[in-house]
């Protein structure tokens, strides 16, 4: 749940958006790559970043079709 994420937690995340890269993440926010990748697995980013794509593609699809 994003809500009960730490400050910590949601900058890795706002530069990982950005980066899509942990080793300049962890140049960024001067911490190693490990605690980048620690974090991005604590907060399960890679099923909520998969789900959120999922949700925006089938989202778009439905103002298309809304659209026509």
Do not use: F, G, P
């Amino acid at each position: 749940d994003k809500k009960n994420w730490s400050k910590k937690q949601h900058t890795v995340i706002r530069h990982y958006e950005k980066a899509k890269n942990q080793h300049e993440v962890a140049e960024e926010l001067n911490i190693t790559q490990q605690a980048v990748s620690q974090t991005l697995r604590s907060v399960m980013w890679k099923e909520i970043s998969s789900i959120e794509k999922e949700i925006n593609s089938n989202l778009a699809a439905y103002e298309k079709i809304l659209h026509k």
